[in-house]
C-alpha cells in the first residue's frame, strides 16, 4: 500500500462506504462530524437512523431454553463460563506479542464470586489449577462480583 499521508487511508474507505464519504479530517477538526455522511455539503447526521430505521425495526425470535448437559456434579462443581478481556483478543496468540498490550493485560486469569472464593480459601492473584472434563489449565485467580 502506498500513502502519501494518513487521510488517504480515510479516503479510501469513503470510497467504499458511501456513509462516510462526505467526511474529511479538516471537516472533523471544525467541531465534529457524525456518520452518516454521504456527500461533502451533507452536515452530517445529529444521530443515528434519525427518522427510523432503514429495514424496520428489529424483530425479535424467541428461543427454548436448552439446559447445559453438563450441570455441576461432586467431580466439577462449578460452571465454567469463558468471557473476554478488553486488551486481549481471544486467546491472545498474536495481541500478546505487542507489548503495549502485555504491560496492560499481561496473563490470562479465572474470576471468582466472592463467596466461592471465600468458602474456598482463594484471594485475587492466587494460582489455581482449573480443570474441566476437556483439560486443565494453571491461571491466577481474580476476585470478582
Aim: charged content about 25%.
Amino acid at each position: 500500500m502506498k500513502y502519501n499521508f494518513i487521510e488517504e487511508v480515510f479516503q479510501e474507505i469513503g470510497q467504499v462506504w458511501p456513509a462516510v464519504a462526505g467526511v474529511t479530517y479538516g471537516r472533523i477538526e471544525k467541531g465534529g462530524l457524525q456518520w452518516p455522511c454521504p456527500t461533502f455539503d451533507h452536515p452530517g447526521t445529529p444521530y443515528l437512523f434519525k427518522g427510523g430505521f432503514p429495514r424496520g425495526k428489529a424483530t425479535f425470535t424467541p428461543v427454548k431454553h436448552n439446559p447445559s448437559k453438563e450441570l455441576p456434579d461432586r467431580e466439577y462443581p462449578f460452571i465454567l463460563s469463558t468471557g473476554r478481556q478488553l486488551f486481549q483478543y481471544h486467546t491472545g496468540s498474536m495481541t500478546r506479542k505487542v507489548k503495549e498490550l502485555d504491560m496492560v493485560a499481561p496473563e490470562a486469569y479465572v474470576e471468582m464470586n466472592p463467596s466461592d472464593a471465600s468458602r474456598l480459601a482463594i484471594s485475587t492473584g492466587d494460582r489455581l489449577r482449573v480443570s474441566s472434563r476437556r483439560g486443565t489449565i494453571t491461571l491466577k485467580a481474580l476476585i470478582s462480583e
